[in-house]
């Protein structure tokens, strides 16, 4: 099936078997392996992407299913020379180990942070009507569908926290 | 995954139509349950009618007060929005106690209703399962029962519903709309959408084939204090061993029963003046334990009595 999706910025054309996931089809045919494939079931966040600025997973997502989508993964978010601030805050506050679940970590609080921004509320948002505190137990959280092996957890929040301050 | 074809459905009328002519047809919105089921070939679809973009994700002010969220919200949706957070808390916080952030922003409305159930051996495929294949057997009987339900099992199937959404919108009274390939559409009360297992656990709803949920519609908020909790194993991004939903003077279950489960005698008692703990009792007087899982029963008993206390003193 031929599916148009924009991936960070970049409007591509591919011809895809239905059954082939955001994930793969981002892996297998563009090559951006930036997004990592860990559990393949929507458990651990590996494969978190952003799809019209909202992060899903996207192995528990098909590639035909986003025709007319922009999709930004880690490799739109920054470059080598010019880290985006939450590339920058994981490096400053050493959060992570393998870096493994890293590309996902970081499409994940991206999402996370415009989601606390608009006051979305969690399950840790004392009353649901009010507005949510930025505070560490909020992004515990909201950051709980991205597992991380190493248990960099205490520097993941550390760093998110960091690069919210920098882009407030 | 099993191979398929796929359309997308250019609106309701076109979905049921599909629906009903296409053998081996299922309707995909979020995908975030059904794509995992069909990487492990549980779910077999011929033919997917992806209905994510079809405009019934409104959430519009219903003229009795009430409020009608479209199937195709997502859950993120829902819980962010005003109307619910204000006047539904209980919505609210049922939505952001289920799932990761990056599911509840795909997962739909309509497809947090008809989500599967996450036994252990619904998933395991070396396993019998009734639900997964009529007649094979159930090993959850006399296998890693602790998940296991409690009110309303049968000798075929002891799975409970995952949802946590469902069990708030239970306690809301909430009602499901219809379409059916007739074009027929209907409105009844979503108590009476999901079936309890007796020995047909694989028919898991009062759906006809091939009909779409369009909508779930909350009546008027109810007077009193409103509550979500919910026991798990971790403190976040695990299903409910027991969940409890109050909403005025209503109670509903969740991990409890293969459906979310409404605690009419719970309700009764507290009418009459008992406490929260005897109602709780009334409700749990025909709770049966599969072996593992007799925690439970103490569990929702203690859960239930504390949220109906703390709701009390709730909006």
């Keep these: 099936m031929k599916t148009t999706i924009t991936v960070n910025g970049e409007a591509r054309t591919l011809d895809l078997d239905p059954r082939t996931t ?11 392996t930036g997004t990592k494939k860990g559990c393949d079931h929507g458990q651990c966040g590996a494969c978190t992407v952003l799809v019209n600025g909202v992060r899903i997973n996207s192995c528990l997502s098909l ?15 920054g470059t080598p020379e010019r880290l985006h601030p939450l590339q920058q805050a994981f490096l400053t506050e050493d959060a992570f180990q393998c870096g493994y679940c890293t590309p996902g970590q970081l499409c994940s609080a991206v999402g996370m942070l415009s989601e606390l921004e608009a006051g979305l509320p969690s399950h840790v948002t004392p009353d649901v009507a009010a507005r949510p505190e930025p505070s560490d137990e909020e992004i515990r959280e909201r950051m709980s569908g991205n597992i991380c092996r190493c248990s960099a957890y205490p520097q993941i929040v550390a760093a998110i926290r960091r690069a919210r301050e920098v882009m407030a | 995954m099993r191979p398929f074809t796929y359309e997308r459905a250019s609106d309701p009328q076109a979905a049921v139509k599909a629906a009903a002519e296409t053998p081996g047809a299922k309707f995909i919105a979020g995908g975030t349950n059904l794509l995992d089921l069909m990487k492990l070939e549980i779910e077999r679809p011929a033919h997917l009618i992806d ?17 009608r969220i479209g199937a195709m919200a997502s859950n993120s949706k829902v819980a962010a929005d005003r109307r619910v957070r204000e006047r539904y808390p209980v919505l609210a916080q049922a939505i952001v106690s289920g799932a990761s952030g990056q599911l509840r922003n795909k997962a739909s409305t309509g497809g947090n209703l008809l989500q599967r159930t996450r036994c252990p051996y619904f998933y395991d495929t070396t396993k019998p399962c009734n639900k997964r294949e009529p007649g094979a057997g159930c090993a959850a009987l006399e296998g890693l029962n602790r998940e296991a339900a409690i009110l309303g099992t049968s000798f075929a199937c002891i799975a409970v519903h995952p949802s946590d959404m469902a069990v708030a919108m239970v306690a809301l009274d909430a009602e499901v709309e219809t379409l059916a390939p007739s074009g027929q559409a209907r409105r009844f009360p979503l108590m009476e959408l999901h079936r309890l297992p007796g020995e047909t656990p694989h028919i898991e709803t009062h759906l006809t084939p091939g009909e779409l949920i369009t909508a779930v519609v909350l009546p008027p908020p109810p007077e009193g ?4 909790r919910k026991a798990r194993d971790r403190a976040s991004y695990a299903t409910a061993l027991s969940s409890v939903a109050v909403a005025g003077g209503r109670i509903a279950l969740g991990g409890v029963a293969h459906k979310p489960w409404r605690a ?4 009764a008692a507290l009418a009459q003046g008992a406490s929260p703990q005897e109602a709780m009792q009334a409700e749990l007087a025909d709770a049966v334990s599969a072996g593992e899982n007799e925690f439970k029963i103490t569990l929702t008993a203690r859960l239930g009595a504390a949220t109906i206390e703390q709701a009390g003193g709730r909006r």
Excluded: F, K, S, W
């Design chain 2, 51 to 67: 209905v994510g973009r079809l405009p019934l994700a409104g959430i519009e002010d219903a003229p009795d007060g009430g409020l």
């Design chain 2, 264 to 267: 009419v005698n719970a309700e």
């Design chain 1, 22 to 32: 955001l994930l793969d089809a981002l892996r297998e045919h563009l090559r951006l």
């Design chain 2, 225 to 228: 204090g409103q509550l979500y």
């Design chain 1, 63 to 77: 590639a035909v299913m986003h025709d007319g989508d922009e999709v930004t993964t880690v490799e739109g978010l």
